[in-house]
């Protein structure tokens, strides 16, 4: 018994002496052209597929519009924008230099297919080790990465004419306006209007961006290499300079219970409209307008205000503060109030 201990004691610092000349010389080659020994990545692919299957949240979390035409073409336009280079998009080739990774990333349209769509949110989320996979660069935004999923969760279906009219032939960056509309005037609910901010509001929310400082994995990618004169330059071109003051007419009071609610308050939740308007001073605090606003996303990021994740600005805790005790109705009444309003002027 005393001989097989010690052998299995031998063996044991054999093995470290061993994996340490590996590691501290070079023994390995890690060049992504001479590939993995025969076996390494078939055990690498097993192990990232049960992995994802056994983290990846339950099926009754993927969210009823998954099927949303807008949360569809949000997503393939971020798609477009930010994974296109290395899954490419339905009809369209991988380029060299993506299939010159090793492993490749698998084309779409073939990788989607053996995953439920709360597989591909762990994976969009989380990213993959030793894949080149990233993870989301957004903590707390998964209301934005099941827009991906949509997209990708559309992608079986999709072909080279679709791809193009959702998000463009890919010959170049995706512009603000593909997003949230030539002059700013969105109509998908999940992406909000610019032509009712003023362009100190846009300016504050590209910086912010940019920054870090408040989490969108979707505006971060967009405003990651803007510069300052190309912030004001978008700012001055879908801002308007007068929101303030031409939300000085009140709003009509309603039975809506997202009227009262905004208009009177509660207990435990303060009035909206005294910093939002409709009905607001002309010069009151810098606070954006909400009448007309895109539904979906007003919902969004009051639940990311109620829950601290929204970050922002010097304000940010005001927010969190008035958001923190909204139900989830509320908040959905609230935007569904705001949305329905006529916006001051209808933008410019």
């Not at 990232?48 to 949240?57: E, G, I, T, Y």
């Not at 439920?116 to 989301?136: A, D």
């Not at 912010?208 to 700012?235: K, V």
Request: net charge neutral; charged share 20%.
């Amino acid at each position: 018994m005393r001989l097989v201990l010690l052998t299995l004691a031998a063996l044991a610092v054999c093995g470290v002496i061993a994996t340490a000349a590996v590691v501290g010389f070079g023994l390995y080659n890690v060049s992504a052209r001479q590939g993995h020994l025969p076996g390494v990545g078939w055990v690498l692919h097993t192990t990232f597929k049960q992995s994802v299957r056994l983290r990846a949240p339950e099926a009754k979390e993927v969210p009823d519009d998954i099927t949303s035409p807008d949360r569809i073409k949000l997503g393939a336009l971020h798609f477009q924008s930010a994974c296109a280079f290395c899954h490419a998009a339905p009809g369209q080739p991988r380029s060299a230099t993506a299939l010159s990774m090793n492993p490749p990333p698998p084309h779409i349209s073939e990788a989607v297919l053996q995953w439920e769509p709360q597989h591909m949110f762990w994976i969009v989320e989380q990213g993959v080790k030793m894949s080149g996979m990233p993870h989301w660069p957004a903590d707390g935004r998964g209301d934005e990465i099941w827009s991906v999923v949509a997209y990708l969760n559309a992608v079986p279906d999709m072909t080279a004419q679709d791809q193009t009219a959702l998000a463009g032939d890919g010959s170049g960056a995706v512009r603000c306006s593909a997003c949230h509309g030539e002059e700013g005037k969105s109509v998908n609910t999940y992406v909000p209007r610019l032509d009712i901010l003023t362009p100190d509001q846009i300016t504050q929310a590209l910086v912010q961006y940019r920054d870090g400082t408040r989490r969108s994995g979707i505006m971060q990618e967009a405003a990651s290499g803007l510069s300052d004169a190309q912030i004001d330059r978008i700012a001055g071109r879908y801002g308007v300079a007068q929101v303030a003051s031409a939300q000085a007419a009140d709003a009509a009071e309603t039975d809506h219970a997202g009227a009262r609610l905004a208009m009177r308050g509660t207990d435990a939740v303060p009035a909206c409209t005294q910093c939002h308007g409709p009905g607001r001073a002309a010069d009151a605090p810098i606070a954006p307008v909400l009448a007309g606003q895109s539904r979906a996303y007003m919902e969004s990021q009051l639940k990311l205000w109620r829950d601290g994740q929204r970050g922002g600005g010097v304000r940010a805790k005001l927010m969190t503060k008035a958001a923190q005790n909204l139900s989830d109705a509320e908040i959905t009444t609230l935007a569904d109030w705001f949305a329905g309003l006529a916006p001051a002027g209808d933008g410019k």
